[in-house]
């Protein structure tokens, strides 16, 4: 057995795949494309229901359709929280103002400054972070 600068070449030197790491391994197959449509006719309420078993599994319908029938594997994703975006702006701007109150807070304790405003701010921070979570919560139920 020989290394660096060795005439022989073994079959795990030069451009030879280890056999531990044969070449090819781990690699995923390659995507068939899809080109081809498929059209049914059903029932109002059949589409309904197709759209609605899809909606809840957080899927198109025609993945749905290819699980089913075995074609692809399932693969399940967090499904999108549906929260009013009004929720969601008006969330962002409090969290906003309080990252804000909170920087103040911080340089306030960190020259010394432990008064009785700091201590108010403080609580009143508690207060709010508890609402925020208390609102982020029902809406999540909703």
């Known amino acids: 057995m020989s ?6 070449m073994g079959p795990c030197e030069g451009r030879h795949a280890s056999p ?3 070449t090819g391994a781990g690699k995923a197959p390659a995507k068939e494309s899809l080109t081809e449509t498929f059209v049914f ?3 109002a309420s059949e589409k309904a229901q197709l759209r609605a ?13 290819r699980e089913a029938l ?5 693969r399940r994703r967090k499904p999108i ?15 906003g103002n309080v990252n804000q109150i909170a920087r103040w807070l911080n340089h306030a304790m960190k020259v010394g400054r432990t008064d009785l405003d700091t201590l108010t701010v403080a609580r009143r921070l508690v207060v709010i972070e ?5 609102l982020l919560d029902e ?3 909703c």
């Open 3 to 8: 290394y660096a600068g060795a005439a022989d």
């Open 20 to 22: 531990s790491n044969p």
């Open 41 to 43: 006719r059903c029932t």
């Open 53 to 65: 078993k899809a909606e809840a599994a957080g899927l198109p319908a025609s993945t749905l359709l």
């Open 70 to 74: 075995g074609l692809t594997e399932a």
């Open 81 to 95: 929280p549906r929260v009013d975006p009004a929720l969601v702006l008006a969330v962002g701007r409090i969290g």
């Open 130 to 134: 508890r609402q925020l979570a208390a």
């Open 139 to 141: 809406a999540r139920r």
